[in-house]
C-alpha cells in the first residue's frame, strides 16, 4: 500500500489512507460480529507487534511471539466471554499463561537483564491488548452484539484527530505539551474538541444505541483521554528517538500511531459504562 500511494503528497497520502482503513474497520464492525472480531484481533496482534518491535530498538528483548499471544488470547477470550460463547471463569485461563513469561526467562540464558525484558512482555500487553480486548466489553454492552457503538466511538475519535490536525495546521501557535510533542497545540485541540462533538451529536441523532446525554459524556471522554493517549505514545516515541511507531499506514506511520488515542479512551468508555449506566 505504501509503494502504491508513494506518488501522492503526504496530506493525500493521509487522507486515502484514512478513507480506505475507515471503511474496512467499519464495514467490518458493521456486517457482524465475527467480521468484527476478525478485524480488531488483527489490528490488536499488529500494534502489538510493532510495540515489541520498538522496545527492541531500544535494546529491551522482550518475549514478542510469547507477549503478542498472550495479548491475542486475551482479546479472543474476551470476545467469546462477552458474547456468551464462554463462561467467565474462562477469564482465569490467561493468568497462569501469562505467568509462563517467568519461566521461559529462566531458560534464556543469553538475558542479560531478564526482568527488563519480562517487564516489557507484561507492558506489551497491559498497554496494547487488554484495550483492545476492552472494545469487546463495549460491543456487546446491551447483552448482545451491537456495532453502533464501537462505530459511533470511532467516527468520533477520528474526528477529534482530524480537527485537531487541521485545526493545529491552520491556526497552532500554543503548545499544549511542548516536552512531549512540540507540533501538538491547544489550537489543534480545541479543532479537534468541537468536529469530535459536532459527530458526537451527528451520531446521537443516527444511532438509537445511547440517549445524547451519554454520547456526550462518551464524547468528551474520547477527546480528553484520546489526546492523552497521543500525548502518551510520544512520549514513548520520544523515550526510543523515534518519529513514528511504524511505516505501514502511509502518511500515518503506524498502527500505534492510528490507535493511541483508543488505547487509553476505552478503559475510561468501559468504566463509564459499567459503572454509571
Known sequence: MTSILGKYSNLKQ?????????????????YSQWSYFAIFLLIS????????????LDGMIPLKTFGTFCGALIFTLSFFIESALLDSKFYFATFPVAACVYMIYLYRKNSVKPFRGIAFTFLGIVYVA??????NVIAFHIGKYNGGLIIGSMLILWASDTGAYFAGVR????????????????EGSVGGLLLAMAM????????????????LIIGLIIVIMGTYGDLVESLFKRSIEIKDSGSLIPGHGGFMDRFDGL??????IIAYLKIFM
Do not use: C, H
Open 200 to 215: 458526537t451529536y451527528g451520531v446521537s441523532y443516527y444511532s438509537m444505541t445511547l440517549p445524547l446525554k451519554d454520547w
Open 130 to 135: 487488554i484495550p483492545f480486548a476492552l472494545i
Open 45 to 56: 496482534v499488529i500494534t502489538q507487534l510493532e510495540f515489541y518491535k520498538n522496545v527492541g
Open 14 to 30: 493521509r487522507i486515502i489512507a484514512a478513507v480506505l482503513g475507515a471503511l474496512v474497520i467499519l464495514g467490518s464492525v458493521y
Open 171 to 186: 491556526f497552532g501557535k500554543r503548545k499544549l505539551f511542548k516536552r512531549v510533542s512540540p507540533k501538538k497545540s491547544w
Open 263 to 268: 488505547l487509553l479512551a476505552a478503559p475510561f
